[in-house]
């Protein structure tokens, strides 16, 4: 079985297909697809397709990208609506959240402050709900570390990881998984593949992040959970492991990572 632990599959680029996007991706031995929240206005969404579909689960929170539109009330919003979730099984993480220094306006010095801000708020209540967090960690790998630090949250998966090996150990002496995806597939993405070939396999968790980081066979088009497999055999044949053990790793990996995905799946 394979896991996808970061799949937009509420995203607008597939229409009325979610369902069926995770029915295929359930044929190709996609056993559990996690779909985070990006905002306040997509949390009734991403919950009401885990309920539908028997193969997807969700995660709740407010990501840096959708920041600058949000207010104090949608952090408010965010804890009643994860008190309320708790009670719901495919209720996984905290998700997606994080810092985004590659926007240029959102690098601006207020705009980092508010990222900042959101951040730390997210952190605090999944460490309230003691929940892990899916990290959105683009161009802030230091900043991102800095913080879930001094609000240590219970682990959770560094999402696109695209760090140095440094970064990859401090976020894995705090408990949390890397996400690599269809990033890795392509050969001129040296960094990653070498760090996902030499990185501890115990470390690594597959995704997507469909319905964009296409792998490259299907670049420049638009990615869905279907092809984790095939991203999972680019890093088989990067370590030098049969696709079986990979597949068996990562999944394990997934579920250390997000518990109630663990309690979601049974034994």
């Known amino acids: 079985m394979w896991i996808d632990t970061h799949c937009h599959l509420d995203a607008h680029e597939f229409g009325a297909e979610s369902a069926a996007q995770a029915a295929l991706a359930r044929a190709e031995g996609v056993g559990m697809i996690v779909v985070p929240a990006v905002a306040r206005a997509n949390f009734d969404v991403v919950a009401g397709l885990a309920a539908g579909v028997d193969n997807a689960c969700y995660a709740l929170g407010i990501h840096p990208i959708y920041v600058p539109q949000a207010g104090e009330d949608d952090l408010l919003a965010l804890r009643e609506r994860v008190a309320v979730a708790m009670a719901d099984r495919r209720m ?133 959970p279907d092809q984790i497999p095939r991203i999972g055999a680019v890093l088989a044949e990067l370590r030098g492991l049969s696709v079986a053990e990979v597949a068996g790793a990562t999944t394990a990996n997934a579920r250390a990572a997000l518990p109630r995905l663990a309690a979601l799946l049974g034994a």
């Open 92 to 224: 996984v993480a905290i998700g997606e959240i994080g810092l985004d220094f590659f926007i240029p306006m959102l690098s601006e010095p207020a705009m980092r402050d508010k990222q900042i801000h959101f951040f730390r708020e997210q952190l605090r209540i999944a460490r309230d709900f003691e929940l892990p967090v899916l990290m959105h960690v683009r161009r802030s790998q230091d900043v991102v570390l800095k913080h879930a630090r001094q609000i240590r949250p219970a682990g959770g998966i560094a999402h696109a990881f695209n760090g140095s090996f440094q970064q990859a150990q401090g976020y894995i002496d705090l408990g949390f998984k890397l996400g690599f995806g269809g990033a890795m597939t392509f050969t001129r993405a040296r960094q990653i593949r070498r760090m996902a070939a030499e990185l501890p396999l115990s470390a690594i968790v597959l995704e997507t992040d469909a319905p964009d980081i296409a792998p490259s066979w299907v670049h420049p088009g638009r990615n869905s």
